[in-house]
């Protein structure tokens, strides 16, 4: 049984910008040669998360204005005047930062339309991900 | 420590539904015999997600009803000139495609009314739900 | 490779409640000694969840104000017929009752801002949460 963690680095490149980090998943999955286990990926930032979707331009920009009429950016928040980015953490808590992906015969099972993305919130910056594998 | 990973079949009655997968859960912690560990139940798809909650009818009902106010069937999206699901891709982001349950004493920990949901978005349609164990 | 599973009781204070429990996760795993691992934290009850973010009183604030406005307390809801509770159930299946978080070197790894909280949306009541480490 081996647990392997890894830390990966990317930059965003707006205030809300939603990247496909499924290769860099895969690639560390090829890497550590797991063939029965658990991925876990978690996002240790409270202005970002993480979900699994299809790839998909306009349902990018589908979920953009969703997010912005359920949690707009200007909304009156309380915490506004602590630091301008209310509606980013209130978006990180309604979606989530972490998910979890079983592995079976060597490989992730993503189903064909499914990529795994961080979603920024607060961006442009330079922001962490950790991938987990356990298994053997 | 085990792995044990399954998938199973279901399929769903209707646009939207709700079907109560606890039973195929407590199965596989049955037949595997893995005391202390860990199930995850992931999807595969992109217009389902999985959740726990009381199986109780009109609180299923409630449910459809908030999804629908929150992310309604038709809402001018752009991804519908693609596929016209969008706000069924919506939903599966806004709610989860992974969860985690632990067991322990050769018991799921699942609360007295909790039960573990498969959610439609986008049916009738044939779906898979992977359950897998990690434990020993 | 060791699974330690823990059970936690807590007393929420008022009917919507955010309670910071990270303590009580950096106790467990100081205790059990994992150096590599995995970190899953479930609750129980249909009427709570477990999310991670900041613990700054103003940003607890936005969220209730937030939920209220997604998932009001008084909404029609089917459910109230059988439990005047309908909103908690809700807003519990909109947030998450599980969540996990790697452990390398010894060291949850979170974020500096990141903490995390049970969610109470029907208190004030006791309620449990459970801790488990898998890892070696």
Redesign the interface.
Known sequence: ?K?I?KNFTIESRKKIDFIDITNSVEDVLREVEVV???V?I?????TTCL????D?K??M???EK?LEK??PIK?N???D??DDN?YA??R???????????V?GGKL??????NIFLAEFDGPRKR?Y?I?V???
């Open positions: 049984m647990v963690t029965e286990g658990l876990t978690f996002t240790p930032h409270t979900f699994i979707n299809e998909e306009r349902l920009d589908d979920l969703m359920l949690v909304g928040y309380f915490h005047n602590v209310a953490h209130l990180s808590i309604l979606l989530s930062t972490s998910i979890s992906i079983p079976s099972l993503l189903g064909t339309w499914q962490t950790i987990q356990m298994g053997a």
